[in-house]
């Protein structure tokens, strides 16, 4: 039995626990009573109503007569059967209402049948210690019904809560796997154009001994995509990564492609960073390349790696001359992916132009 069939069940058998009870109760009157036209009228209208009550079919509205007719019933059968188990149908009217109606119709009906039942009971000359115990029940049952009620409503509260927290972690998990996929195609593909389109280029002018040099970079790059890939299944898990290393290698990569000046710095004392942080970093590094790659290819690039003591800085920044931006490749979502990363891991990205060519920046906790 699965967790979410036993509130299920369990609500069933109070159904049917609730008619067994008024089962024997409805056959204890008849068989300690002779039959008769009033009797069995009681009998019968306390018998449906309190067989509606314990299915809890009726909407509140009708609930609440259908609990007021089993009431009127039972004072009858205590008037006509006398006081032994017929004040049971007045229990099972009131209780029934905390299991149903709001707080003040409960109240009201409580505060009534507690009314009704006495005065009932005393009309029989009922000692008032047991209309004092019968009203007890009557009290404790109902305070019992309301109080697993509130349990019940603040369980659902908090699945609820908890289906909607699983779900925003599902929603932040795909956003994320979607940063991870644009940046991982992103720096690749750019990379795999610039090659192919020199050596397509090359291959017009029948410079075929330079085009195969390209093309076998190509291939080259396409492994490292692999490679790249690898390295980000391995950040999802929580590996921690070697952000100066592979920031460095991404400069002279750009550098060597383009043939273009590429520097790398680290200033401070390099340290082991979290995943989260080592991540939004390198993918800073490599959004930025790709965006030069990508509208500025040939620019020189200058990338700088900062560890102070409460926080890491990288700013890529690219100036100078540059050759013919390579339409085509850009997405629109690697800045958008660069700063939500960068604030889920609580840093900040600043991006925009800077004198004669584009910065980007990013400062990270750590």
């Known amino acids: 039995m699965s967790l979410l069939d036993r509130p299920r069940l369990l609500h069933h058998w109070r159904r049917v626990r609730n008619l067994i009870i008024l089962a024997f109760v409805t056959v204890g009157i008849l068989q300690d009573n002779p039959p008769g036209v009033a009797l069995l009228t009681g009998v019968t209208l306390a018998g449906l109503g309190g067989a509606l009550l314990a299915l809890r079919i009726l909407p509140p509205s009708r609930h609440l007569m259908a609990a007021c007719v089993t009431m009127a019933a039972g004072l009858w059968l205590i008037r006509v059967a006398g006081p032994g188990i017929a004040p049971i149908y007045l229990v099972l009217a009131?209780?029934?209402?905390?299991?149903?109606?709001g707080l003040v119709a409960t109240g009201v009906l409580t505060g009534a049948g507690l009314l009704a039942l006495s005065a009932g009971l005393a009309a029989q000359d009922v000692p008032v210690a047991a209309i004092a115990i019968w009203c007890g029940i009557t009290v404790v049952v109902t305070l019992l019904i309301l109080l697993r009620r509130q349990r019940e409503s603040a369980a659902e509260q908090e699945q609820l809560l908890a289906d909607e927290q699983a779900l925003a972690g599902m929603l932040a998990e795909r956003a994320r796997l979607a940063r991870e996929i644009h940046d991982v195609l992103?720096?690749?593909l750019s990379a795999l154009s610039v090659?192919?389109?020199t050596a397509a280029a090359l291959l017009e002018r029948d410079r075929t001994a330079e085009a195969a040099v390209l093309v076998d970079r190509a291939g080259t790059l396409a492994r490292d995509g692999l490679t790249e890939t690898r390295r980000a299944v391995s950040a999802l898990r929580g590996d921690p990564l070697p952000?100066?290393?592979?920031v460095g290698e991404l400069a002279r990569g750009y550098g060597r492609d383009l043939d273009a000046p590429a520097t790398f710095t680290v200033d401070g004392e390099p340290r082991e960073?979290?995943?989260?942080?080592?991540?939004?970093l390198f993918r800073a590094a490599q959004e930025a390349?790709?965006?030069v790659r990508k509208h500025a290819p040939g620019s020189s690039v200058e990338a700088r790696l900062t560890f102070a003591p409460d926080a890491v800085a990288l700013s890529v920044r690219n100036h100078g001359p540059a050759g013919p931006p390579i339409t085509g490749l850009s997405s629109g979502y690697g800045l958008i992916?660069?700063?939500e990363r960068a604030e889920l891991a609580g840093g900040t990205v600043r991006a925009g132009p800077d004198r004669d060519g584009w910065l980007v920046d990013v400062r990270m906790p750590g």
């Open 195 to 197: 090659q192919l389109e």
């Open 337 to 339: 992916g660069l700063r």
């Open 186 to 188: 992103a720096h690749s």
């Open 273 to 280: 960073l979290d995943a989260d942080t080592g991540l939004a």
């Open 94 to 101: 009131v209780a029934s209402s905390a299991a149903v109606l």
């Open 289 to 291: 390349l790709s965006n």
């Open 243 to 246: 952000v100066p290393e592979l």
